[in-house]
């Protein structure tokens, strides 16, 4: 099956300019896609820029409407869709050619989004037909207790966040451990491997249905290989190294 790799570039670049050429550049280097989807989710104000400059990749966001927590003020409603002010709703994201969704992002955690919230995004998202992809991952405190914890504590995150969804054909789960985002210390290929398994067979048995799982944290054109070969690991969220293209090239020819 093909893998999918998905580069996450968070908020970069600076400026238009600078991502209608990385998005040119990208999509001319990363041609070969027999055995790999690739995904560009850029920010969101640059996602017609670079769905123009696309021809063989294929377009994500990094997240999705943030449905507003119980008590506060009600999201106004459009239709049957909730959204709210300077958020984009899952079909706005569809109409620009969107086909991921990345929601859970560790980033966006940190900034207060809770498993309810990350619920409703997938709930929303899922229904409009657009595939998403679940970040879930451990912190390091969790991490030094050892793999067992880690694993309890992935699972109760995805049961959280899926509660309530049981068709999950479209879903993906990318497993990022926190501590290994943006540190330059990936997680051991051996250790993302026995993760991967473990989510797949939970999701067996809670949803009776297989999910893809990525791997996400310091992916470099170096260690690819060693997470993309296994065939518990179907793809990688790249953020850093997909900023510079002849990297991210690299990293995409590991899948091939
Ligand atoms: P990184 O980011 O590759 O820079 O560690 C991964 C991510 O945040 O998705």
């Known amino acids: 099956m093909r893998e999918i790799i998905i580069a996450n570039w968070k908020e970069n670049p600076k400026t238009a300019k600078e991502a209608i050429r990385l998005a040119g550049e990208t999509n001319r280097r990363v041609k070969n896609l027999k055995n790999a989807e690739v995904v560009i989710a850029p920010p969101h104000p640059f996602l017609p820029l670079v769905k123009n400059r696309l021809s063989n990749l294929e377009l994500g966001a990094q997240d999705v409407f943030l449905a507003a927590p119980k008590g506060r003020a009600s999201p106004s409603r459009t239709g049957r ?9 899952p079909r ?35 229904k409009i037909g657009l595939k998403v992809v679940l970040c879930v991952g451990e912190p390091l405190s969790v991490r030094r207790k050892g793999r067992v914890a880690a694993g309890r504590f ?93 990297d991210f090239q690299k990293i995409v020819q590991s899948a091939i």
């Open 81 to 89: 869709e909730t959204i709210c002010i300077g958020e984009a709703s």
């Open 92 to 126: 706005q994201l569809k109409s620009l050619g969107v086909k991921y969704v990345i929601i859970g992002h560790s980033e966006r955690r940190a900034l207060g989004e809770t498993d309810e919230i990350i619920n409703k995004k997938a709930k929303e998202t899922l």
């Open 154 to 246: 992935v699972k109760n995150q995805i049961r959280r966040d899926l509660k309530s969804i049981s068709k999950i054909k479209n879903l993906l789960i990318a497993y990022e451990p926190i501590w290994a985002i943006g540190t330059g210390r990936a997680d051991k290929p051996e250790d993302a491997v026995e993760m991967a398994r473990f989510i797949k067979e939970s999701l067996v048995i809670s949803h009776k249905s297989k999910v893809r799982v990525l791997y996400g944290g310091s992916v470099n054109s170096k260690n690819a290989r060693a997470f993309l070969s296994p065939k518990e690991i179907d793809g990688a969220l790249v953020g850093k190294k997909s900023l510079k293209a002849s």
